[in-house]
């Protein structure tokens, strides 16, 4: 069973930057796309980045190109967000996720989740 747990959000200004942890205890960042989430009070959980941990490929949502970084460290078994220029619409629950061998943007291909970690970006 794969294990899921993020780390690194709290409270920054407009402009800051922080940087998600998310650690796999099911080891399985080398055979799984992995994928970041974020979710707002009374909205849907949409899509922020991916990384194909075979292929190296990377995506990220239109809202966060230029300012949003994923990556990877295989023999930690940990994924990174690196979030700079941070604006107050990005505050939102961020989830890890875990998907499918194939590389995938959709929500709905995801089936592991961690709990997700609070960031709060103040105008």
């Known amino acids: 069973q794969v294990q899921l747990v993020e780390s690194g959000g709290g409270l920054v200004q407009a402009g800051g930057s922080l940087r998600l942890s998310c650690t796999d205890s099911g080891r399985t960042f080398s055979s799984n796309v992995m994928g970041w989430f974020r979710q707002a009070p009374g909205k849907e959980r949409e899509f922020v980045a991916a990384i194909g941990w075979i292929a190296e490929t990377t995506s990220y949502a239109d809202s966060v190109k230029g300012r949003f970084t994923i990556s990877r460290d295989n023999a930690k078994n940990t994924l990174y967000l690196q979030m700079n220029s941070l604006k107050p619409e990005d505050t939102a629950v961020y989830y890890c996720?875990?998907?499918?061998?194939?590389?995938?943007?959709?929500?709905?291909?995801?089936?592991?989740w961690g709990q997700g970690t609070q960031v709060t970006v103040s105008s």
């Open positions: 996720a875990a998907g499918p061998r194939s590389f995938t943007t959709n929500v709905k291909r995801y089936n592991y």
